[in-house]
């Protein structure tokens, strides 16, 4: 069979069903406003929540280190090899004492990072509880185990606890698996609740900050911040640098005995070229930004509000999330490209998200807000969703 017979009716499906999937291309650099796809647009779907993508203090300090001659930009072999160089672990350290964790262990993306922890830790025999709308990643990085796989309706701590009791009896070791904010949806997981319930039932709880590190509590160390919960010995924190860091790359966070299995026994880990140092370095400086640019994240605080008060006003389907992802269920997938378009028409750009990254009937508009927003730019986004609600009703 030609790749082509197998795979082109199922394009054509995805097609005829408004699952089509396109890559816009961005040809300006990452900002409030941008060029994407030949468009002036205000961009309300990158998950550059600070604002560090393109940040002066970050590119000077890249040009800074070029011109030097200190630093390559490849890393040029795998971390065990020969790819582990100063910026990277200079960084490690970093994040370490900033979380007040033991170690930390850079991966090349948070995709890796979620493959490597449960592939490295979770054995047969074992049991993954994980949350029904935990991201791809987490699910993906599941099947890589050895370990069973459930999942617990989404933030249902009962339904959770039950799972665990039974866990208890069958298996030799059971994590809990969560996003920390969920990607799709914006709303936080009860960490306080989940950490115990791991406590009480002896499970290892991995939670996954991709969205909420940076952003969450006063000094941007996520939702273990937010809810003023300590990382104990059985808990693994996995934070993204793609998103509120504007670089790229992920870390996991944890105990020293926890780190060391990962670079031991995680093939995600050992069997790749470490991210470029320049990126390391990259990450550095943003981390700096992170640590004391308190005003960043207040103006993000601030976007979020006013954005949430007036989509309310207006009478927008808002999904219960006080984060910086507020998605607008529409249900239907159509309908959903069909809004994207038209704000696109107006200089907004808002990605229409459906099925399967959502579950059925789910179809939803996902604006991300940024503190590089301003008032005016998410008051004219407003008005443009007031007149789309009008005129479809
Ligand atoms: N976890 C979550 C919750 C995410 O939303 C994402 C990316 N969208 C990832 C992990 C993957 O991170 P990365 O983009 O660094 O691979």
Not at 84 to 103: F, I, K, N, Q, S
Not at 195 to 204: F, G, K, P, V
Not at 279 to 305: C, F, G, V
Request: charged letters at 20%; glycine letters at 6%.
């Amino acid at each position: 069979m030609s790749i082509e017979s197998r795979f082109l009716p199922l394009l054509q499906n995805r097609e005829e069903q408004h699952l089509y999937r396109r890559r816009p291309l961005a040809t300006s650099p990452q900002q409030a406003a941008m060029q994407i796809n030949g468009w002036e647009v205000i961009n309300f779907s990158s998950n550059d929540y600070l604002g560090l993508a393109n940040h002066p203090q970050i590119k000077q300090a890249l040009i800074t280190a070029l011109q030097s001659d200190a630093i390559s930009y490849g890393a040029g072999a795998a971390h065990l090899v020969t790819g582990h160089h100063l910026h990277h672990h200079l960084l490690e350290d970093e994040l370490a004492d900033w979380l007040g964790v033991e170690r930390t262990l850079l991966f090349s993306t948070g995709y890796m990072a979620n493959l490597a922890v449960q592939q490295a830790l979770m054995q047969a025999g074992d049991t993954i509880l994980a949350d029904k709308l935990n991201h791809a990643s987490l699910i993906d990085g599941a099947q890589l185990s050895q370990a069973e796989f459930k999942r617990y309706p989404h933030l249902d701590m009962k339904a959770l606890e039950r799972r665990l009791q039974n866990s208890l009896k069958n298996a030799s070791q059971t994590l809990i698996v969560s996003d920390g904010v969920f990607s799709m949806d914006g709303d936080i997981a009860p960490l306080n609740e989940l950490q115990q319930l791991a406590r009480q039932y002896d499970a290892w709880l991995m939670i996954d900050d991709a969205h909420g590190i940076g952003c969450l509590g006063d000094q941007g160390r996520g939702c273990f911040e937010y809810f003023g919960c300590e990382l104990d010995s059985n808990t693994i924190l996995i934070g993204t640098l793609g998103k509120a860091f504007g670089c790229s790359g992920a870390f996991v966070a944890g105990s020293e005995i926890l780190i060391e299995t990962l670079i031991q026994f995680a093939r995600p880990y050992v069997y790749t070229t470490a991210m470029p140092q320049l990126n390391a370095l990259a990450i550095r400086e943003s981390l700096k930004l992170i640590k004391t640019d308190q005003a960043s994240r207040e103006t993000l605080q601030r976007n979020i509000k006013q954005f949430k008060q007036s989509a309310i006003k207006i009478g927008l389907n808002l999904m219960p999330s006080d984060t910086a992802i507020q998605p607008i269920l529409l249900h239907d997938s159509a309908k959903a490209l069909q809004w994207s378009e038209q704000l696109k028409q107006q200089g907004f750009w808002v990605t229409a998200i459906r099925p399967p990254t959502v579950p059925t009937n789910q179809a939803r508009l996902r604006i991300t807000l940024s503190a590089s927003h301003t008032e005016k730019q998410i008051s004219a986004l407003l008005n443009a969703l007031q007149t789309l609600l009008n005129t479809s009703e």
